[in-house]
Antibody, heavy 117, light 108 residues
Framework: QVQLQESGPGLVKPSETLSLTCTVSGGSINNYYWSWIRQPPGKGLEWIGHIYHSGSSNYNPSLKSRVTISLDRSKDQFSLRLSSVTAADTAVYYC???????????WGLGTLVTVSS | EIVLTQSPGTLSLSPGERATLSCRASQSVSNNYLVWYQQKPGQAPRLLIYGTSIRATGIPDRFSGSGSGTDFTLTISRLEPEDFAVYYCQQCGSLPLTFGGGTKVEIK
């Protein structure tokens, strides 16, 4: 069973860069797409972007100018960097394995990141 | 971008009743790449259905998914107390991946 766990600071100052890492266990990162998704308090889910095991990535156009997703195959980890954050970026951030038509999605438990001075 | 519209926004039902949740896409979802999640307060979304109709491991058979093209449905045949939650659909066939706004199933 694939498991994912997010890690990183829970508090980030406005205008700074949010950085999170997702560690994958129970399976290799050397397949599939791996996503970051966020959920502001009391609101719905927003896809941030994903990265393929080859290293190619795609981003939500609404965040593209501020987002970078990278991969560390040696550690079975992938990471999110979101620059120039504001209070609107306060959310629970989830990492996930994308589903395919024949393989399921797996999600981490999520981590709350608050943007505040 | 494919916009997913979920209806109704809130569904008020009693335990034992049948729940029918709709997810309509603004464009056809390629390869029927449609997924359903259940989310309870303070918890991560839980995968219910992927590939439109494939139940995830451990999901009871009272949950079923159907549909194609732009119209998809999640059916809960008989609501159990633990089924009252928010349900989201997601399409993974086109970039950017998108989620519906959710349907809350509440106890009547």
């Amino acid at each position: 069973q694939v498991q994912l766990q997010e890690s990183g600071p829970g508090l980030v100052k406005p205008s700074e860069t949010l950085s999170l890492t997702c560690t994958v266990s129970g399976g290799s990162i050397n397949n599939y797409y791996w996503s970051w998704i966020r959920q502001p308090p009391g609101k719905g889910l927003e896809w941030i972007g994903h990265i393929y095991h080859s290293g190619s990535s795609n981003y939500n156009p609404s965040l593209k100018s501020r987002v970078t997703i990278s991969l560390d195959r040696s550690k079975d980890q992938f990471s999110l960097r979101l620059s120039s954050v504001t209070a609107a970026d306060t959310a629970v951030y989830y990492c996930a394995k994308d589903p395919t038509t024949v393989t399921p999605a797996y999600w981490g438990l999520g981590t709350l990141v608050t943007v505040s001075s | 971008e494919i916009v997913l519209t979920q209806s109704p926004g809130t569904l008020s039902l009693s335990p034992g009743e049948r729940a029918t949740l709709s997810c309509r896409a603004s464009q056809s979802v390629s390869n029927n790449y449609l997924v359903w999640y259940q989310q309870k307060p303070g918890q991560a979304p839980r995968l219910l259905i992927y590939g439109t109709s494939i139940r995830a491991t451990g999901i009871p058979d009272r949950f079923s998914g159907s549909g194609s093209g732009t119209d998809f449905t999640l059916t809960i045949s008989r609501l159990e107390p633990e089924d009252f939650a928010v349900y989201y659909c997601q399409q993974c066939g086109s970039l950017p991946l998108t989620f519906g706004g959710g349907t809350k199933v509440e106890i009547k």
